[in-house]
C-alpha cells in the first residue's frame, strides 16, 4: 500500500461536509472500490486505535464520514452552530420512531409547530412526505442515518436504536441523580 493512497481517502473523508459513498471516493481518488475499502478498514483501525485522535471514521448507512467522537461533542456545541433546535429535533425523533406517520397524528402528538418542522426537515432531505388522503405520509429519508452517523437505515432498526439510546440516556440520568447528595 503507497503511503499517499491512504492520505488522499483520509482527505477526501476530512473534507467532506456529509457522507461519502465508495463510488464517490472512487471518483475523487481515481482508486478502485476495492482499494478503497482496504485502505477506509485501515483508516478506521488507525483511528480507533490512537487514543489522542478527537477524531474517528465510521459508517453512516452505506457510506463514510469523518467526524468527531462522541466525547467530545459537549465541547464543540458552544462553538458550533446548530442546524436544528431542540424542538425540530423532538419533532424529528417522533417521525423516526413512528414512521410512516400521518402529519395529522404527528400534530396531536407534538402541536401546530410540526407544520414548520416539517417543511424545514424536508428541506433538510432528512424524511419525505406523501399525500395521504386529507393529510401527508412523513417517512425518514436515506439521509437521516447518514446525518446522524448511524449504521442502521431500516426503520425498525432505528427505532430500536432509539430505544436504547432512550434507556441509556435515562440510565445515565437516574445513576448521576442517586449520587448526587440529598440536602
Not at 459513498?21 to 478502485?32: D, N, V
Amino acid at each position: 500500500m503507497k503511503k499517499n493512497e491512504k492520505q488522499l481517502v483520509e482527505s477526501v473523508l476530512f473534507s467532506a461536509s456529509q457522507p461519502v459513498s465508495i463510488t464517490q471516493m472512487k471518483e475523487a481518488t481515481g482508486l478502485s472500490s476495492q482499494k478503497i475499502r482496504s485502505l477506509l478498514t485501515t483508516l478506521i483501525d488507525d483511528y480507533d486505535s490512537n487514543r489522542e485522535s478527537a477524531m474517528e471514521i465510521s459508517r453512516a448507512g452505506t457510506k463514510y464520514v469523518m467526524q468527531l467522537k462522541e466525547e467530545y461533542h459537549d465541547q464543540t456545541r458552544l462553538i458550533m452552530p446548530a442546524e436544528m433546535d431542540e424542538s425540530m429535533l423532538k419533532t424529528l425523533s417522533l417521525i423516526a420512531f413512528h414512521q410512516p406517520v400521518k402529519q395529522s397524528n404527528l400534530r396531536r402528538m407534538a402541536g401546530e409547530k410540526i407544520y414548520k418542522h416539517v417543511d424545514d426537515l424536508s428541506t433538510m432531505h432528512l424524511i419525505h412526505t406523501k399525500k395521504h388522503r386529507n393529510t401527508e405520509l412523513i417517512t425518514l429519508s436515506k439521509r437521516f442515518p447518514e446525518y446522524f452517523g448511524l449504521e442502521v437505515t431500516k426503520p425498525e432498526d432505528i427505532r430500536e436504536f432509539l430505544m436504547k439510546k432512550l434507556a441509556s440516556d435515562v440510565s445515565t440520568i437516574h445513576t448521576s441523580n442517586k449520587s448526587e447528595p440529598e440536602d
